[in-house]
């Protein structure tokens, strides 16, 4: 594909709900990382994928907070039990060789 | 633990003035280096990356920076920056060496650039 793709665009939720948030990555990439964005954290690491695997995943702040790969290829993050201080963009990231590419991003609003 | 810094959070400039963002990372070892931008309404984008050589870096759109690993600095340079510059700019660093080395990146916290015409 042209560059990382991730859905939905935009998500709103209430309090409590649990969320899916996909990326797929360019392909051939076999990295995949996932970021968060916020206004008083800025950008945050979550997740790294090496292929289907999940080596680091120190930046996941809760066990809220889960992500798998299947495929080598599309990953999803799943936020259970979504709490306010979720609200955030989640950034996909895909890298071959070193330099990560990045999606577009989920703007994540909890209410 | 490792971190990022960015000096300037917000930058305002004319049209053809010259521009220079600080960034200074502290890790001892082996990094690599990246500059991301991320214009109004547009994703994160690759602006130019330090892996290795030369450690002065040329990217995309007349940017450059240059890697001075005693002073742990990687600053962004433009020589005349444009009204369509105005943008975020982020440094990241990716630092370890070999199997020890995820790729995460440890961002700066973002210089919002802004170019008056």
């Known amino acids: 594909g042209a560059g990382v793709s991730q859905s939905p665009s935009n998500k709103v939720t209430e309090k409590g709900k649990d969320v899916e948030l996909r990326c797929d990555p360019i392909?051939?990439?076999?990295?995949l990382y996932w970021y968060r964005q916020s206004l008083g954290q800025g950008l945050e690491f979550l997740i790294y994928?090496?292929?289907?695997?999940?080596?680091?995943k120190s930046g996941l702040p809760s066990d809220r907070f889960s992500a798998e790969r299947t495929g080598g290829s599309v990953s999803t993050l799943t936020i259970q039990r979504t709490q306010q201080e979720d609200s955030a963009v989640y950034l996909c990231?895909?890298?071959?060789?070193?330099?990560?590419?990045f999606g577009p991003g989920t703007r994540l609003l909890v209410l | 633990a490792q971190s990022v810094s960015q000096h300037n959070h917000h930058v305002i400039l004319s049209e053809a003035a010259s521009l220079e963002l600080g960034c200074n990372y502290s890790?001892?070892?082996?990094?690599?280096l990246f500059w991301y931008v991320q214009y109004p309404g547009q994703h994160l984008q690759l602006l130019l990356k330090?892996?290795?050589?030369?450690?002065l870096v040329k990217g995309i759109k007349g940017f450059e920076a240059e890697f001075i690993k005693s002073k742990f600095s990687f600053n962004l340079r433009k020589p005349s920056v444009q009204w369509s510059d105005t943008a975020e700019y982020f440094c990241?660093?990716?630092?370890?060496?070999?199997?020890?080395?995820?790729?995460?990146?440890?961002f700066g916290q973002g210089t919002t650039l802004q170019v008056k015409p």
């Open positions: 890790y001892g070892g082996t990094v690599n």
């Open positions: 330090y892996f290795s050589g030369d450690p």
């Open positions: 392909s051939g990439h076999t990295a």
């Open positions: 994928f090496q292929g289907n695997s999940a080596p680091d």
């Open positions: 990231a895909s890298s071959l060789r070193g330099a990560q590419y």
């Open positions: 990241a660093v990716n630092a370890g060496y070999g199997s020890s080395n995820t790729g995460k990146l440890i």
